[in-house]
């Protein structure tokens, strides 16, 4: 049994990533100049990491087709590092001639979920990192690998604790700064979450950053941040107003909602230096601006 209470930490680091994972899969496409807003909201929140964008193919994610015009109008604030998703070489490019700070590398645990999304194997993703780490590096941008399908795989079912712990040390090799687990479709429990993060911080170099990327499919997301927190994870994805969810992996719902998790965390005790009440402000006109988006949709006579 672990000891109560557990040790934790002082302030921990919030990922926003709704204006990506959120946006990738929403009901209603915003214009580029509602989805700058969008971010230059979350940054007055007090966010300082926010993946704003995925540099992917426009025919794959349609919704942020407008990826190149999103980073060249946002406002950039000091201290703030604007985070893009890249799958492939392309992306990465595209990512650098934006001027983002630092870019994610997905790359799934299971083959079935890599296909779907990535129309290639985890190791033909795995064999471009070293090269693509390489690049973003020699442009002074930071790469963290983000590990989808951690937990479970919505086309395989289990994926094995040694598959997730292979991939951590082969990520590692290749050179990431940090790393990710992220329960792509929202399997996870807090048991499980724990027994992970423990198993994975001990295959990393001491102190090397371990974040968490959570979906909250079955109202356990928050279970599973406060597991993950416990076992030491102190970088934590989460999107206002909980939108997200990837469009390659069937049944995958919001990500936990930022101002839940900021709730939570300063409840506790936790620093987060986000302004809740200010993403909440953000989240509520987030679905005004998408309701109405969809609501113009319907009335134009196609769904
Ligand atoms: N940005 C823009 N266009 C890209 C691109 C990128 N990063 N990568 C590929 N493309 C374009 C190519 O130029 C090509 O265009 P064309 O048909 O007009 O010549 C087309 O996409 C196909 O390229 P190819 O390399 O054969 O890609 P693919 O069809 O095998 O698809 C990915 C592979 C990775 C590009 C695609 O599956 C993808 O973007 N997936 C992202 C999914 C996602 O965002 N999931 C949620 C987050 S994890
Ligand atoms: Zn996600």
Redesign the pocket.
Known sequence: MAEWPAQLPEAVTIVEVGP??GL?SADANLPTAQKVELIERLVAAGLRHIEAT????????PL?ADADQVMARVKREPGVRYIA????R???E?AIAAHVDEVTL?ISASDGHSRA????STAEVLAQVPELVELAHGHGLRVRG?I?TAFGCPYEGVVPVERVLWLTRQLVEAGVDSLTLAD?VGMAHPLQVEELVCKVREVLPPGFPLGIHLHDTRGIGLANALAALQAGVTEFDASVGGIGG???APGAPGNISTEGLVYMLEQMGIRTNVDGEAVEEAARWLHGRLKSETDARSQEGYR
């Open positions: 990506r994972d990738q995925s540099f992917v193919s426009p025919r794959a994610v942020l998703l890249v799958p492939n392309r992306g990465l595209r997905p999304n990535l129309r290639r983000g989808a792509t990837c469009p390659f």
